[in-house]
Nanobody, 123 residues
Framework: QVQMVESGGGLVQAGDSLRLSCAPSGGTFSSYGMGWFRQAPGRAREFVALITWSGDRTYYEDSVKGRFTISRDSAENTLYLQMNNLKPEDTAVYYC????????????????WGQGTQVTVSS
């Protein structure tokens, strides 16, 4: 059973940057589109970004456009999320998952979720 493993979270100040990584344990995600979601306390898990399996297209939630960049390194079998100019409202647990069908905004379209990595942005 493939499971994603996220890393790179931490506590930073507003305006700082972080790079999250995601790698599968027990398999490869080369044939999947890959997405990042986040979940803040008391809120539903929300879409952040998606990259297609080939890496030629990316999609972002409006509030992170221009600040976050999703990328993938097929040779290293790793997904990344570069987060710049972080804001306190970006504070959440960030998850990666493999996209397999349906709306890429909806968690139901994804499988092989990881345990998440905490990102906390102080003001």
């Amino acid at each position: 059973q493939v499971q994603m493993v996220e890393s790179g979270g931490g506590l930073v100040q507003a305006g700082d940057s972080l790079r999250l990584s995601c790698a599968p344990s027990g398999g490869t995600f080369s044939s999947y589109g890959m997405g990042w979601f986040r979940q803040a306390p008391g809120r539903a898990r929300e879409f952040v970004a998606l990259i297609t399996w080939s890496g030629d297209r990316t999609y972002y939630e409006d509030s992170v456009k221009g600040r976050f960049t999703i990328s993938r390194d097929s040779a290293e079998n790793t997904l990344y999320l570069q987060m710049n100019n972080l804001k306190p409202e970006d504070t959440a647990v960030y998850y990666c998952a493999a996209y397999w069908h349906g709306s890429y905004y909806d968690t139901s379209g994804y499988t092989y979720w990881g345990q998440g990595t905490q990102v906390t942005v102080s003001s």
